[in-house]
């Protein structure tokens, strides 16, 4: 059965560009994958503990010598890397804060680096590659190649190398301009926001063509 690990982040609730993207995604998945079964994670309103003095080192000490806190910190990565290798494809909505991922993204990933669950210790090879892995990104402002920020969106930059070590692949599909409705100053920019948005829903809808339509 093929299965779909769905997770947002965002914490604009229905506002969210973001949870837009990726709610279309989980459903064009659905309608291509009739009977597949979905997990559905939400960092946004439910986000990971991030690691802290008495759990955080728990990747480091063998299981027989965890604490308390490490054996309930490794639990939970347990879970976590468990829903990644459950599925056939991620969707990961993703907005841009500050010019960086949400910390509760970062969290989630530091939870995957986990020697001997998602990486080989002795070899150093992947152990969760092979999936499909999709980021829905937003962004309010534009970076993209010629803009006065370009190069400045360190959430794009940073995921692929910062789960290099698991073996998955991200790929973007970015909306940009996501605030010009809403920032006088960016009104001139509202169609190109229109188009960034429509191609990007245009992309989604061909991404996985339904049942009925492959047979």
């Given amino acids: 059965m093929a299965h779909l690990l769905h997770i947002d982040s965002s914490i604009q609730g229905d506002r969210s560009v973001s949870r837009k993207l990726s709610a279309r995604a989980a459903d064009a998945w659905r309608a291509g994958h009739p009977g597949g ?69 970062k969290s989630w990933v530091d939870h995957l680096i986990a020697p001997g669950l998602s990486f080989d210790p002795d070899t150093r090879a992947g152990l969760l590659g092979g999936r499909e892995f999709l980021v829905l990104a937003a962004r309010g402002g534009g970076y993209g190649l010629g803009t006065p920020r370009e190069g400045w969106d360190h959430a794009e930059q940073w995921l692929p190398h910062a789960l290099s070590m698991t073996g998955l692949e991200p790929r973007f599909l970015t909306v940009e301009l996501t605030l010009a409705d809403v920032t006088p100053a960016m009104s001139e920019l509202i169609p190109l926001a229109a188009k960034s948005l429509a191609a990007a829903e245009q992309t989604i809808d061909g991404l996985w063509p339904p049942a009925s339509a492959s047979a």
Avoid: C
Wanted: proline residues 10%; charged residues 15%.
């Fill in 37 to 105: 079964a979905v997990t559905y994670r939400d960092l946004g309103s439910d986000p990971v503990p991030h690691f802290d003095e008495a759990g955080g080192l728990a990747r480091m000490v063998a299981p027989e010598q965890h604490t308390p806190a490490q054996a309930a910190s490794w639990a939970l990565t347990e879970r976590l890397v468990n829903e990644v290798k459950q599925a056939d494809t991620i969707l990961l909505g993703l907005p841009l804060y500050n010019f960086g991922p949400p910390s509760s993204v």
